[in-house]
């Protein structure tokens, strides 16, 4: 019997992972354990700048990395708090152990469908 993800996790990832790309980002940076630039995470991670960019803004603004705020800028795994960390931790554990039934979340969230939705154009406007 496969373990169940805790809900607490389930809810992280539907929160503020928006893609399996973006929790991918969040375990390279925690792994690294010192501040990277994006021009280092794309290459490591085989992406363009600007969507690590665009990643890193995300989870930014989701307390769970930080900038050095000057050029280069670099970035650091670093939840805000305690309680973040520990969730966030527990996610990446998650998705480490149990990688499928994590992605089956992240594709399951709401988050997903909308982004889903604006990249590939809504086509129920369009067949009206």
Do not use: C
Not at 9 to 19: A, E, G, H, M, T
Not at 38 to 59: D, F, N
């Amino acid at each position: 019997m496969v373990a169940r993800i805790p809900a607490s996790v389930q809810s992280f990832l539907r929160r503020n992972i928006r893609s399996v790309w973006q929790l991918d980002l969040l375990l390279y940076l925690k792994a690294q354990n010192k501040p990277i630039t994006i021009e280092q995470i794309a290459k490591a991670l085989y992406l363009s700048p600007a969507v690590i960019a665009e990643g890193l803004k995300h989870l930014e603004g989701a307390g769970l990395v930080k900038s050095s705020g000057k050029p280069p800028t670099a970035y650091l795994y670093s939840p805000l708090t305690d309680s973040l960390r520990a969730t966030a931790d527990q996610s990446i554990s998650a998705y480490t152990e149990r990688r499928v039934q994590v992605i089956n979340i992240i594709f399951s969230s709401p988050t997903q469908f909308v982004a889903d939705k604006i990249k590939l154009g809504d086509k129920d406007e369009h067949s009206k």
